[in-house]
């Protein structure tokens, strides 16, 4: 009989357990756990403090009694583990009602996870700083916010996920980024459609600003900022990131990344045998890049717990790699990303190609359809390497459809074949991932030439025209400064009034007209740019 020891009963830790236990009936399984709860939905957190989710029992997706007894797992909770001895094979817990002990193994999980970042900033420690990872964080940051006013400091999935919450609550909320942009793994552009729907909910946002100290007195707290501003509130909400919760097994022989975090290879095996790790803890390969990578996610943080139990339990699995597919809501709005970047691609300098478009979510014909903003990023030789997609309706498909492809080695001619579910009320004939496939592969092809916004002053500086090709109407209601408008429809007729020899960048509404004229003109020997996302994208940035 194997005696597997799981420590870390949440995510990882807890799927690993159930999962050992389906494939061994005779195992002798200890979850151990430093906390008093397991397996609860640490993702539910900021939705129970800002009142969506009601019950905090909802929390619990198993408590201690019910995994013990479904999975029979000796279930530890209030069992902290000092140190593991992998030579030995044992481990030393310190127990609440147990005192100091050990324990011996023949196969170790470790998913201990990854706790908030706090760095030695002065007075940092003052008690209405608060971070947020479990139920007992959770219970306290819902008894802050009966107060008026919170600082969120961190403008992460965490820090906007509280920032939504407590403005949902009715409290003022302030919200501090030391980038220039909130969310990381999203572009700028993108994330400029973000921070416009917070500033429209009512968050103050101070972006580019950095934090220098905090002061605070029993009721209140003020955080000082690089800028000079000094800001104050109720309590702070500290979101600047996680690092791994591994110092308990500093001393143990096991390799480590820079960060702290675990190494593993592709079983999730460490570099000791029979101890394998998994989740936010662990460093495993980025499925686009093939670079080392850390990305603390539910998902892959389950899906590894399942491949370690499989190797635990004798059979191979593999885990290939983490792709950082993940999505956000932002109060009316959705945000959703996988794969690289703009800016992971620049850093590992890739040459990769950008498409932005803005579909709709569903045909325009049919009541209700929201424009979505929608880059997809792209090899030369077509491969996908990462999408984002910002709006009101139908990110979420949008993005998994793409997260699928993209795992599936796909590219972007394969977004043009697939086969989407379509009725008017759901999407259109051509969905926008089909549309996104079809611009990709005009883009490749040389067909579609598009300048981002970035470059455009960069363009017209060197002397470039700028042409509306929308409605008069629409050009009345706005435009770049300097452009000038001849409607699409009328472009064939009123060519002479363009130079053959003066580069033209031309731009409508989303960039669709702006692709015909751009067809139209280089058949006549222009030289033409299509500004990407047309005019909508400009209005996004401004
Ligand atoms: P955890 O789930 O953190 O579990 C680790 C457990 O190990 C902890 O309970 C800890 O107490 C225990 N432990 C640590 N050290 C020891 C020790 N020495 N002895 C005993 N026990 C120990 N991800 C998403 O994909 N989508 C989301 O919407 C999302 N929202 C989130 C919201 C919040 C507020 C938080 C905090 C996280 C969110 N995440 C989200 C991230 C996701 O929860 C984590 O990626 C995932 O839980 C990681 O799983 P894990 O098993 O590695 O670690």
Do not use: W
Request: aromatic content about 6%.
């Amino acid at each position: 009989m194997s005696k597997y020891i799981i420590i870390g009963g949440v995510a990882g830790g807890a799927s690993a357990a159930a999962r050992l236990r389906r494939l061994d009936e005779t195992a002798e399984i200890i979850l151990v756990e430093r906390g008093e709860y397991i397996s609860f939905a640490n993702c539910g957190l900021p939705y129970y403090i800002g009142g969506a989710i009601k019950e905090r029992e909802r929390l619990f997706v198993q408590t201690p009694a019910s995994f013990a007894k479904r999975f029979h797992v000796d279930v530890r909770v209030e069992t902290e583990v000092l140190a593991i001895d992998p030579a030995a094979k044992k481990i030393t817990v310190q127990a609440k009602n147990r005192g100091r002990y050990e324990e011996s193994y023949d196969a170790l999980l470790l998913a201990p996870g990854a706790k908030p970042l706090k760095p030695a900033i002065p007075g940092i420690d003052h008690p209405r700083i608060l971070s947020l990872r479990n139920i007992p964080d959770a219970d306290q940051l819902r008894q802050r916010a009966e107060g008026t006013r919170a600082i969120v400091i961190g403008g992460g999935f965490i820090g906007l996920e509280m920032a939504e919450n407590l403005r949902r609550r009715g409290l003022e909320v302030m919200l501090v980024e030391a980038a220039e942009h909130v969310l990381a793994p999203f572009d700028a552009d993108m994330a400029a459609i973000v921070e416009k729907e917070l500033q429209a909910k009512g968050v103050s946002l101070f972006l580019g600003d950095g934090v220098t100290s905090f002061t605070g007195t029993e009721a209140s707290v003020s955080v000082t900022l690089t800028s000079g501003k000094t800001l104050s509130a109720d309590f702070v909400v500290l979101a600047i990131g996680v690092r791994p919760d591994t110092d308990f097994i500093k001393n143990s022989g096991l390799a480590l990344g820079p960060r702290g975090h675990i190494l593993v290879d592709e079983h999730l095996q460490t570099n000791m045998a029979a101890v394998y790790a998994v989740g936010d803890a662990v460093e495993v390969i980025d499925f686009v890049s093939g670079e080392k990578t850390a990305i603390p996610l539910a998902g892959p943080a389950n899906r590894q717990g399942r491949v370690a139990a499989d190797n635990m339990a004798g059979q191979k699995s593999l885990y290939r790699g983490v792709q950082g597919t993940s999505i956000l809501r932002v109060f009316d709005l959705t945000a959703a990303a996988t794969g690289s970047n703009e800016r992971s691609l620049k850093r590992q300098q890739m040459d990769y190609k950008v498409v932005q478009r803005h579909p709709l979510s569903h045909a325009g014909y049919y009541p209700g359809a929201q424009m979505l903003t929608l880059k997809l990023l792209f090899a030369g030789d077509g491969r996908i390497l990462g999408a984002q997609a910002v709006g009101r309706d139908g990110v979420d498909k949008r993005i998994d459809v793409i997260a699928a492809v993209l795992r599936l080695g796909g590219t972007i001619y394969d977004l043009t074949e697939l086969e989407l579910a379509y009725a008017p009320p759901f999407s259109s004939a051509k969905d926008p991932v089909n549309m996104a496939g079809y611009v990709a592969e005009n883009v490749l092809s040389g067909r579609a030439e598009f300048i981002a916004y970035e470059h455009l002053l960069a363009a017209v500086k060197a002397g470039a025209l700028l042409l509306d090709v929308s409605t008069a109407g629409e050009y009345e209601a706005g435009h770049i400064p300097g452009a000038i408008n001849i409607p699409v429809d009328e472009l064939r007729q009123r060519l002479s009034e363009l130079a053959v020899d003066r580069p033209l960048v031309v731009y409508c509404k989303v960039g669709i007209r702006g692709y015909l004229a751009e067809r139209i003109l280089k058949q006549q020997g222009f030289s033409v740019k299509n500004l990407m996302g047309g005019y909508t994208s400009v209005l996004q940035q401004q």
